[in-house]
C-alpha cells in the first residue's frame, strides 16, 4: 500500500515539474512580450519626435505622419496586451492544476499571481476596466478569448460514443 502511494505521490511531483516548465516558458514569453511592447513604444516615440521636428515645411503631411506612426504603435500595443492577458488566463489553470497537486502532496498552494492579480482587475473600477478593455489589458469576454483546448491523437481518434473512428 505505501508503495503505491509513494509511486502516486512521484507521479504528481512529475506533473507538477511538467506544469512548472510551462509555467516559467509562458512567464518568459510575457516577460518578452512587455519588453517588445516597450521597444515599440521608445520606436513610435522617437519617430514622432523626428518627424515633428524635421517635418517643419511638410505641412499637414507632417501631422499625418505622426498620427500613422502613433496608429500603428497603438494597436501594436493593444495587440501585444491582449496576448498577453491571454497568457495570463492559461497561467491560471496552469496554477490551480499545480496548487491541487501541490494541496495534495504538501499540504498548501504554491502558485498564486495570476489569480490573485485576476481578481484585482474584476475588482477595478468601472472606469478603469472600460479603459483596460480598450488598451488590451483587460479582456471583457475571458472564456473567448482562450483557444480551445487541444486533444491528444488519441481522443482525436475516438468518437463521442466512446468507439473507434
Known sequence: MAEAEEAETQRQRE???LRMQEYDTLRTEIIQRINARQQIAGYAGAATVITAALGVNIGYWRWLVVALVVLVALGYLRDSNKGIQRIGLHLQEVERDVNELAQAIYGRPVLMWETRREGQRKREPRFW???GVIGGWVLRKP???LPPQ???SEE???NS???PR
Open 15 to 17: 506533473i507538477i515539474d
Open 129 to 131: 476596466k472600460g479603459v
Open 143 to 145: 472564456i473567448k478569448e
Open 150 to 152: 487541444r486533444v491528444s
Open 156 to 158: 482525436s481518434n475516438v
Open 161 to 163: 460514443a466512446g468507439s
